[in-house]
């Protein structure tokens, strides 16, 4: 199981240390007001219009693109709650066909003095050694709320930004964490909008190439509040791009630990303190391995994305222990300053990493797949660089899949006149189109002309091999989810997108190899988008909202019903359809 939570770190350190990288936090803070005042943040709300500039001034055009597997939250033996060495994640990663990969390990002092400079030595030279993509990240302790993945290219100054970021922004090392008042979590938020928008700024300075940052397990503990979300994300949109749509720890239910009523990703928390008040006890748990937020039609992610803004999901694996293997923690030298340190995340400081593991040939605890084993990202890069992951990540072209699911999805829609829809786009951005004469993929904007009909061309790719329990993935169904973009909201807790709902749903049962899937909207009139989704249909029923909503969606699991390779989905992320 996981231990996220270290003890606090003190400011004071933090501050000499960012004196040390050549920051003050007097000039941090002033950098970051002034970038949030920039996008329409001086104070909170009111940020929506900047958001749709910048999602508006993208172009619609669908690119030629390469889709690489990517896991942007992984650790290693540099978190002082994991065990592995990175030989062994990019072993295991490169086994199972990862293209990229992202080290996140959690924030707190003693790795960003000494852990963070170790782990980027080893990871240049892994980079040197492999045909890897492989990020140094950090998973960042968001003030007042959840974790976060934070991904920034590789560059000069990079590391210098990373251990600034963490020591500046980290909730946890800045005690921003739990706040007693309301008073002090409107703090703490703005806390967390300032980083963002600092992180941004550093970027559009050129300090760094590229950065991206998502919110890890949201639903886990209840303390991602809806509006914090859109605080995070309207702080600087093309930095803050979504949030894990299931978390990882897909197999706490298995583990060789489990324990009645243990579920996928470790959901099985109640509401504390802090938690937000208005979700229910069902947003605690799982439904077919995705969070509430994400799997609920009609829900919370789809109420972010009614309002018209890019709001992306990912899928990882947050690999920290592996279910079932058979390594256990290394031993640490017996001399001191070891021996007399009180707990072991005192002796894992005095590096910021944990001794190598040891194979003992027996079964070990752990909730986690290897990356890539069981969850993976699909990313549509148009090259194969840092900067391309980034970018496709950014601009939402991206699916995820649990258990291998598919093997490929291609997602084309096009604007043609009424009772012309029957043809598909040539997959190269030809065919119908809109005015431009193209067609949009996975976050994509498409522009129709009222009373045109939209076409939606799905291609799937079957998978052909054995998953990694045996199983051979066979796609059920596949399910077209669409609503109305009815704008921004006056309620920056809305988690109610009450007119989307499950439109279409194609049988695929013991369809193979590859083959297309045609839905039509026909003579559009008001602005929408649409999303897919599926599985291979073993759980399902009525949706969180009725079966007149979402008449086949993912279920609760009881207990002893969490074996995530019975219970497989892919979930795409969306297009926008402008209507004029």
Known sequence: MHAHDAPHSHALDADAELRALGFSRRDILRTAGIALAAGGLSAFGGAGAAMARTASSRPTADPQLSWLVGDHHVHTQ???????????????????????????????????????????????????????????????????AEHA??????????IRILRAFELAWDGKLNAWDKPQTDAEAAEFARRAAEAVAWLGAQKAAGTIGDAVVLANHPMRLGIDSPHEL?????????????????????????????????QRGEYVNAPRPDSWAGYPADAYRPYGGFDWATATVGGLWDALLAEGL?????????????????????????????????????????????????????????????????????????????????????????????????????????ATMPGKGNGRGNGNGG???????????LGGRLTAKRGQDVVVTITVTA?????????????????????????STADADAMRAPGTRVVRQFDTT?????????????????????RLRGSDGNRHGAGYYGASVDPA???????????????????ANPVFVDVR
Do not use: C
Request: charged share 20%; glycine share 12%.
């Open 310 to 414: 890019p709001f992306w999901i990912t899928s990882n694996s947050d690999n920290h222990l592996t279910v079932k293997d058979t390594w256990r923690i290394g031993d640490y030298p017996s001399g001191e300053p070891y021996a007399s340190l009180p707990s072991e995340f005192d002796r894992w400081a005095v590096r910021g990493m944990r001794p190598d593991p040891v194979d003992t040939g027996l079964p070990q605890g752990g909730s986690d797949f290897w990356p890539g084993q069981f969850s993976r990202l699909h990313t549509g890069v148009t090259t194969r660089s840092y900067a391309g992951v980034l970018e496709a990540m950014r601009r939402g072209r991206m699916w995820v899949d649990h258990g291998h699911l598919l093997n490929g999805l291609d997602v084309r829609v096009g």
């Open 149 to 158: 993945s934070v991904l920034i290219t590789p560059g000069s100054d990079d």
């Open 510 to 530: 013991g369809r193979r190899g590859t083959f297309t899937l045609t839905h039509v909207f026909e003579q559009v009139d008001q602005p929408f988008y649409l």
């Open 431 to 441: 065919g119908w189109g809109n005015a431009a004469g193209t067609t949009v993929t």
């Open 78 to 144: 540099f978190s002082h709650d994991a065990k592995y060495r990175m030989a062994q994640q990019l072993d295991a990663a490169q086994h199972y066909g990862v293209d990229w990969l992202a080290f996140t390990e959690h924030s707190n002092f003693a790795h960003a003095e000494r852990g963070l400079p170790t782990a980027r030595e080893l990871i240049q030279q892994e980079r040197d050694a492999r045909g890897m993509l492989i990020f140094q990240g950090l998973e960042w302790y968001i003030p007042a």
């Open 463 to 487: 998978t052909d091999y054995e998953n990694a329990a045996g199983i051979l993935p066979q796609l059920a169904h596949v399910d077209v989810i669409a609503g109305p973009v009815t704008g």
């Open 553 to 571: 969606g993912p279920q609760r699991h009881g207990d002893g019903e969490g074996d995530p390779w019975t219970d497989t989905w892919f979930y």
């Open 230 to 262: 859109r605080i995070w994300r309207d702080a600087d949109p093309d930095i803050f791009i979504g949030m894990e749509g299931a978390p990882g720890a897909q197999g706490s239910a298995i583990s060789q630990n489990a324990r009645p009523g243990d």
